[in-house]
């Protein structure tokens, strides 16, 4: 799927099932942190204005499914928690080069890997979940989560050559499939 | 004007109408980073479920403005400078009392301040500006900083007693007259 080098383990769809609330509350958290992302994304590069621009489409996106799944936890009589952080993630960042223009090529490249694993995840939930309201849930945020991986794989191609994307896209297909083999199968969307 | 104990003084107002791309480049980093303080607020009090619905409310409508000022400048052929920094801002939130629950009572205020003095502001502007789209855009905006003003007003009344809220609300307006009259009047939308 889109640019992943592996398919999650079924033993995480089985905790990840098993706990719709705890699912929730992360992928609440995730929404917030990928709308945060992007708001540091243009923090860092205020001149680059497709970039920019890219950015507000997407944190505005992200703020509306942070809504709607703090809604559905309230429905539900669930308090969001404390964010403990995504060590996926955390695991990914630490993988961005520090030089410019490197780090912006790789910061994209990590946006996209993070939607992507996230919209294979949900398509994984859609199907297994057991409440309808979870299947219905997941699968109506498929699409945007795909959306969001070809918004910084096109910000990339607009800033970089085609061939320096496709390069850092492999790499980090490598890096992300030993990242996603090691996880714990924790009941968090990268867990 | 709200609950502000002083006014903006004319030589500002003669500084922000002549450099009207430069007021409008600093505006839009205010948008973004009450976007991105509204996110904070989230972050460190994600049990506060009237906070986190009334905070995305707020980060939504400041993302919409900063889309809105973003294409302006575009429009305008002026590209996005580097944040700065707001002294102003920081100032204002080097009062914040570090304890708990204080720290929150504290941190509505400062939010709602800063939304007063950006909407007196804005009504200079929208009175001043030498262009007509300038005068319409912060005519267009006064209502929504009135409105975010009111809603951390409104989040700290529902979590603390009035008399605590009124008690900061009055030393706050004390501590937010005295930062703006040592402002240096730079074009910036709290210079």
Chains 1, 2 share one sequence.
């Not at 979940?129 to 959306?147: D, F, N, Q, V």
Request: proline share 4%; hydrophobic share 45%; net charge negative.
């Amino acid at each position: 799927m889109l640019c992943l080098a592996n398919e999650t383990n079924a033993e995480w769809v089985r905790v990840a099932v098993a706990k719709p609330d705890a699912i929730l509350i992360d992928h609440a958290h995730c929404e917030k942190k990928a709308a945060a992302f992007a708001l540091a994304m243009i923090n860092r590069y205020p001149q680059r204005t497709r970039l920019v621009k890219d950015m507000i489409d997407l944190a505005k996106e992200e703020l509306e499914h942070f809504e709607t799944v703090v809604l559905i936890l309230e429905q539900r009589g669930v308090t969001l928690t404390v964010d403990r952080g995504n060590p996926y993630a955390k695991a990914l960042h630490d993988h961005i080069r520090t030089s410019e223009p490197h780090r912006l090529l790789d910061s994209l490249i990590v946006g996209a890997f993070i939607e992507a694993r996230s919209c294979e995840r949900f398509s994984l939930l859609a199907k297994h979940a057991t409440e309808p309201a979870m299947r219905e849930l997941y699968a109506s945020l498929l699409a945007s989560e795909a959306g969001h991986y070809r918004a910084y794989t096109d910000i990339a191609r607009e800033y970089f050559p085609v061939t320096d994307v496709k390069e850092r896209l492999t790499a980090f297909a490598g890096i992300e499939a030993a990242i996603v083999a090691a996880l714990p199968n924790a009941p968090t969307m990268h867990g």
